[in-house]
């Protein structure tokens, strides 16, 4: 709602339930729409108004994209809370699925897989297989979200109509965004199941690291949060999958930043040359640094991995400890932790005069 809207959130007179169901049956429509505004305002401020779920519904039969929106908005709410009356709205949605606009038919698989509902579930695999392989990405992309969240609710049923071959498939889509929304898909699925559901093959490897260069920034931590579990086949296809990585050490979101250097440091394991370990290091060392002067929660969430980094890989940042007195106490005593930790791991290694400057000044601070 735009900021004009705010009018639809005043007040309340007696019976307003009987108004807002005469107002929703209205033969006009910018009266109906008004009427189903003034529902999503009660209802998000916590009045109950599923008494008027089936007047709602009728309200669906509209070309007009925002009712629309409301009205699904709505239904997502109050579907599970009134089962057999969202069965009312399931023609709706399969015929919005074949909508000549892609917006509504993204809008349509979307809200069918967010509405828990068994009985709506059964009705959204023929949608949801013709949207997978519709002609516009931002209808596959939308889909491929939708399988996660149908194999969350049926994952029997997601396997028998095979909609996991069906996102294997989207891997490689011509579109980064759709191989990005398949890759969260498959990787929500993986986590959730028992069985290898998402394993990356050289062939998808490559598909992937090409899709990473064109895709949105969260869909790039998608994909390098994939690549991570993938295990090299020797040194040198380490060495080239780091090589193709490593711009995202540059990268101004801190998300693609932790999730390249932690894909950087998998492969790590298998490079057998010093000089680029060193090399790496060094690259990894100035971005992490970085983050520390970002805004108080994200220098945590930084804290917090590069502990887990200088544990397996200590010297990364034995020239970069530095203290700022002028942060939240829990960041500055997350601070001092880590780097007496740091110091302890580079106890047996020959450390720069700026170490031994450094704990004269930590003696200080404290």
């Keep these: 709602m735009s900021g004009h809207d705010s009018k639809y959130f005043s007040t309340t007179k007696k019976g307003e339930i009987p108004e807002l169901k005469e107002e929703l049956n209205s033969q006009y429509k910018d009266k109906r729409k008004d009427a189903v505004k003034k529902v999503i305002a009660a209802m998000t401020v916590g009045k109950d108004v599923s008494l008027l779920f089936a007047d709602v519904v009728n309200c669906m039969q509209t070309e007009n994209l925002e009712l629309k929106k409301l009205v699904y908005l709505y239904l997502i709410n109050y579907a599970k809370s009134q089962p057999d009356l969202a069965i009312l709205a399931v023609n709706t949605f399969v015929k919005d699925s074949q909508d000549p606009n892609p917006l509504i038919r993204a809008l349509a698989v979307r809200t069918m897989g967010c509405i828990r509902v068994d009985k709506i579930t059964e009705y959204l695999c023929d949608p949801l297989q013709r949207c997978l392989k519709d002609d516009d990405p931002y209808v596959r992309k939308t889909a491929a979200i939708c399988v996660a969240k149908l194999y969350d609710i049926n994952a029997e049923l997601a396997e028998d109509r095979g909609f996991l071959e069906s996102l ?168 001092l932790v880590l780097e007496e930790d740091l110091l302890k791991m580079t106890a047996n290694q020959t450390l720069s005069h700026k170490s031994g400057v450094l704990v004269k000044e930590l003696g200080n601070v404290m």
């Design 168 to 335: 294997r498939d989207l891997l490689s889509d011509n579109n980064p965004m759709v191989v990005a929304n398949a890759v969260a898909a498959l990787a929500e699925i993986h986590d959730n199941s028992n069985g290898p559901i998402f394993e990356i093959t050289s062939q998808t490897l490559s598909k992937l690291l090409t899709a990473l260069n064109e895709c949105t920034e969260w869909g790039q931590v998608f994909i390098l949060d994939a690549l991570s579990r993938y295990k090299a086949a020797d040194a040198r296809e380490a060495e080239n999958i780091v090589e193709r990585v490593t711009p995202r050490l540059q990268h101004a979101n801190c998300a693609v930043v932790l999730s390249a250097v932690k894909m950087i440091l998998q492969q790590m394991e298998l490079i057998t040359s010093t000089d680029v370990v060193r090399n790496l290091c060094k690259k990894m060392a100035p971005p992490l640094v970085t983050l520390l002067s970002a805004e108080p929660e994200i220098q945590y969430v930084a804290l917090r991995n590069i502990n887990l980094i200088v544990q397996r890989r200590p010297t990364i940042l034995a020239h970069e400890i530095k203290v700022n007195v002028y942060v939240p106490t829990y960041l500055l005593a997350y601070k």
